[in-house]
C-alpha cells in the first residue's frame, strides 16, 4: 500500500501520539480514505519526518502513533535563494511549483524597476497561495523541507533577506562571457543566490547596483528563456553538479 506524506503546521507529539483535526483529518480519511493501521508519513517542513501509524478515529478526531523519527540528512548542494521578478498569472504558480521541486531553499519576488506586476496588501493573498503550492510541490517530490516565500520586496531591498549567499549571481542578457560552468563547475557548498530579472529586462542601473552587491553577470547562452523557465534551468544545471560531485564522491571512498 502506498504511504503518503502529509505536511502538518506546528506538528505537536505528546507520549508519542499525534491529534489531527479538520482539514488534515478530512484530507486523510477523507481524500486519501486511509483507516486505523494505515501507515502515514508526516513531515513538519523544518526538516524532520515521522513514520506513523493511524491508530483510531473518534468523530473528528484522528489519532496517530509515531514509529519513528527521521531528519533528513544535510545535503551536498548549495542552499539556492531565489531572487526573481514575479509574473502574471498561473505562471507564477508554476514557477514556485517547479523551483520547490529542485530544491529552491528560499523564493523571494522581487519588484525590478520593469516589473509588470503590482502587489496591493503586501501581496497578502498571492503569498498565502505560493506558500500553499509549496506544501504541496514539497509533499509530492517528497522534500522534507517547505521553501520560505517572502513578501514582495523592492531589489534594494533584497540585501537583508540573502545575507548568508556568498555565491551570488544574475542572469543578464547583455553578458557574453562568463557562463553557468563557469560559476557552478566548481564545487563548494556556499549558499547562493540568483537573481532573475522581468521580461522587459534589467535596467544599467539596476545591474550596477547587483555588481556593487557581489552579483555576477551570467549569461545562459544565446537562447532567451521566459522568465518561468530560467530559474529552472538554472536549478536543473545546480542540481545536476551536485549530484554528480556526490556520485563521483562516493565512488571514490568505496574504491570503485
Avoid at 9 to 18: A, F, S, T
Avoid at 128 to 147: K, N
Avoid at 191 to 211: D, F, H, N, R, S
Wanted: hydrophobic letters at 35%.
Amino acid at each position: 500500500m502506498e504511504i503518503r506524506r502529509v505536511f502538518v503546521d506546528k506538528l505537536k507529539i505528546k507520549n508519542g501520539m499525534v491529534l489531527l483535526t479538520g482539514p488534515m483529518h478530512k484530507y486523510i480519511i477523507g481524500v486519501l480514505r486511509k483507516r486505523p493501521g494505515d501507515r502515514i508519513d508526516l513531515i513538519d517542513g523544518k526538516g524532520y519526518l515521522y513514520r506513523s501509524t493511524i491508530q483510531s478515529v473518534k468523530g473528528k478526531d484522528l489519532y496517530l502513533q509515531v514509529l519513528d523519527v527521521v531528519h533528513n540528512p544535510e545535503e551536498m548542494r548549495p542552499k539556492v535563494t531565489l531572487c526573481v521578478s514575479p509574473i502574471k498569472g498561473p505562471r507564477m504558480d508554476w514557477l514556485i511549483e517547479k523551483a520547490t521541486e529542485l530544491g529552491a531553499e528560499k523564493i523571494v519576488p522581487t519588484v525590478f524597476r520593469r516589473t509588470v506586476v503590482r502587489f496591493t496588501d503586501h501581496g497578502g493573498e498571492k503569498i498565502e497561495r505560493w506558500r500553499r503550492i509549496t506544501v504541496e510541490a514539497s509533499r509530492q517530490s517528497g522534500r522534507f523541507t517547505i521553501p520560505e516565500i517572502s513578501e514582495p520586496t523592492p531589489l534594494r531591498g533584497i540585501v537583508d533577506l540573502i545575507g548568508d549567499a556568498k555565491r551570488r549571481v544574475v542572469l543578464y542578457e547583455r553578458e557574453k562571457r562568463i557562463t553557468l560552468k563557469d560559476v557552478f563547475g566548481s564545487k563548494g557548498r556556499d549558499a547562493t543566490c540568483v537573481a532573475i530579472g522581468p521580461e522587459g529586462g534589467i535596467e544599467e542601473a539596476e545591474i550596477e547596483w547587483l555588481k556593487e552587491n557581489g552579483f555576477i553577470t551570467c549569461t545562459l547562452g544565446e537562447n532567451i528563456f521566459r522568465t518561468e523557465t530560467t530559474p529552472l534551468v538554472v536549478l536543473s544545471v545546480i542540481l545536476y553538479e551536485y549530484a554528480r560531485g556526490g556520485n563521483e564522491n562516493r565512488g571514490a571512498n568505496t574504491g570503485a
